[in-house]
């Protein structure tokens, strides 16, 4: 395998979905959206099902959105939400952020939201994001961190999710605790005008705890991620079976609380 790829550790069953179609600008790209003006032209790397990506496209009416990834499949449910909500001026394609199909400078925004610690190369990765932003437009990244992920109360089990899932992550060509390191990776890339900043999303209602905890026990035992987390080794199905009994169980608690942390990057070409 090239170094420069990685496996998608999640992959896209429904629960993952469940995640994804949650996400929105205002939720998720916040540090960007002040930025945006109505006739710039974005690139959204791993757009995945498309509602940011609507979002953005919806504040740049006079513009223009290319959004890609690189799953054809989920870029057929990004279409659908374009569609649905009129955005005739979004296009959709499959690209690798290694080797973005497109010239130098072709773009005044350059995106990418939960990307860089799915990708085998984060540094060249954002070359290439560099490569095709235009002279003072704005490359602006978005990852979490797992290591900083925190919860309460403490419940067994969820201790064995967090080491487990960087465990996989890690081994299938990733790097879980991404947040902390984009701007390690931006200098590296050669960045120098970088506004790095944190973002956080909370679950602590009965209903987000439920939606939560419900969404990782199910990707616990079905999705990608447990195929993978059983394949390589790192875990046996009974092992996935109580961790998901955690998670459902952390769910339950009247004074569950759950915030993951985002690192966050504007970085001026």
């Not at 955005?87 to 499959?94: D, I, K």
């Not at 080491?163 to 991404?178: I, S």
């Not at 790095?196 to 990782?216: F, I, K, N, Q, V």
Request: net charge negative; with cysteine.
């Amino acid at each position: 395998m090239p170094k420069d790829t990685a496996v998608y550790t999640h992959g896209h069953h429904e629960s993952v979905l469940r995640s994804h179609t949650w996400r929105t600008a205002a939720n998720s790209a916040a540090y960007l959206t002040g930025h945006l003006e109505p006739r710039m032209r974005i690139l959204d790397i791993g757009c995945g099902p498309g509602t940011i990506t609507a979002d953005l496209a919806e504040l740049v009416p006079g513009g223009e959105v290319i959004a890609v990834d690189a799953d054809s499949g989920v870029l057929e449910r990004a279409r659908a939400v374009a569609e649905e909500r009129g955005l005739s001026h979004v296009r959709f394609a499959v690209a690798d952020v290694h080797e973005l199909d497109h010239p130098d400078n072709s773009f005044d925004v350059v995106h990418a939201h939960q990307v860089l610690q799915h990708v085998g190369d984060p540094v060249r990765a954002l070359r290439e994001m560099r490569r095709v932003c235009r002279p003072g437009g704005l490359v602006a990244v978005r990852d979490s961190d797992y290591a900083a992920m925190t919860w309460y109360p403490s419940v067994p089990g969820m201790d064995e999710w967090l080491g487990l899932y960087r465990r996989v992550a890690r081994a299938n060509g990733g790097e879980p605790d991404a947040g902390r390191r984009l701007r390690s990776w931006a200098l590296a890339a050669g960045f120098t005008d970088i506004t790095a900043t944190a973002g956080t999303w909370c679950y602590a209602t009965p209903e987000e705890r439920a939606w939560w905890s419900g969404l990782w026990a199910d990707r616990t035992v079905a999705s990608s991620y447990a195929r993978l987390a059983v394949d390589g080794g790192h875990a046996t199905e009974a092992e996935l079976r109580g961790i998901a009994d955690a998670w459902r169980a952390w769910g339950e608690c009247a004074d569950g609380w759950f915030s993951v942390l985002h690192g966050e990057l504007l970085c001026r070409v």
